[in-house]
DNA sequence: CTAGATGCAAACGTTTTGCACCCCG
DNA sequence: CGGGGTGCAAAACGTTTGCATCTAG
């Protein structure tokens, strides 16, 4: 990310929090920072590791500190199946994306769709709600896999399964 | 659900099992019985109280037994948000459908919609796989509270959010 | 008879909480 | 000066695992 998209995004969190009576400490400045700078998922026990000794925030903060990221909108809590609990910060670029997973090499592919937009208002509408929020998860396997013996997400992939990993499409 | 079909699922699980050189023990048939029961969303943790004495069994065993049913593709994991770990028994007779949650009352409605199955092929192809599953949830509010101000689901609801209340549409 | 299944309890990883202290406005 | 914020450690929670014992086939 462009240290300017990062320095709009800690404006919109600090715009956030100020808008709660809340402070923008340097501890939650820290975290939007390390949060926002790539477009990982990520778990809160990764962060801890990879705040610096300089920036080091106690785990308690961690959590307490993405439970408000959440609750602005900046960040969404998603699932990917095995009860995993991950963060994706790239709803704010991208707000209606979706997440496809490759079975073979767990591959996470991140992608739109507008048709999937309007159908979701659709059948809401239809069920008499009105949408506030979806959350779509495909699998699938990789074909080029199967028709080739080889891919290049797969190659990548001979250390195990790379989380993180994405494609914008 | 009718006698007739928790038969012929009780069937389906012990040709899994045996498929597997796996046993069918008494422990698993109770299991098996108590989730195709009914249609309910559950938590591991939730089975243990409902199993009666006369059928006890213990967690370990419960956990165990779930991954299996899961493995077979009977019972299906699901996300309904907040990291909350869900199992859901509807996909044998619903093997396409999707979750609604109303965002009022937490209400949740399960709908099948072909089209989302179309598209959703459309769009793995697109990327370059091959479907395999997907797991759609959409969140919404009620028209009928905000227009009527009441609604009957939330008139239930009353006693607090009501896991496991669905309609099919 | 024996591989697989169970129950128990301990271990595990993650998340939440209570509380004393700290610091920003 | 006061109310929010932090860190620490303990607790809570859901799930997994090792092991001795049991049992279905």
């Known amino acids: 990310m462009d240290p300017q998209s990062l320095q709009a995004i800690l404006g919109q969190a600090q715009a956030f929090f100020a808008s709660k009576g809340l402070r923008f400490t340097k501890q939650r400045e820290a975290l939007v920072t390390l949060i926002f700078r790539n477009d990982e998922h990520f778990k809160p026990e990764d962060l801890l590791p990879k705040l610096g000794k300089s920036h080091a925030v106690s785990r308690a903060t961690v959590y307490r500190t993405i439970a408000l990221l959440v609750e602005s909108g900046m960040l969404r809590e998603i ?3 095995g009860g995993e609990r991950l963060y994706d910060p790239n709803f704010l670029q991208s707000p209606h994306h979706n997440h496809l997973i490759c079975v073979d090499c767990r591959k996470i592919i991140e992608f739109e769709d507008p048709n999937i937009d309007v159908m979701q208002n659709c059948i809401t509408r239809r069920l008499g709600f009105s949408p506030t929020q ?14 080739l013996g080889t891919c290049p997400n797969f190659k990548e992939g001979k250390k195990k399964s790379i989380p993180g ?5």
């Open 79 to 81: 699932s990917l199946g």
């Open 165 to 169: 990993t994405k494609r914008r499409v």
């Open 134 to 147: 979806k959350a779509l998860r495909i699998e699938g396997s990789c074909d080029r896999l199967r028709l």
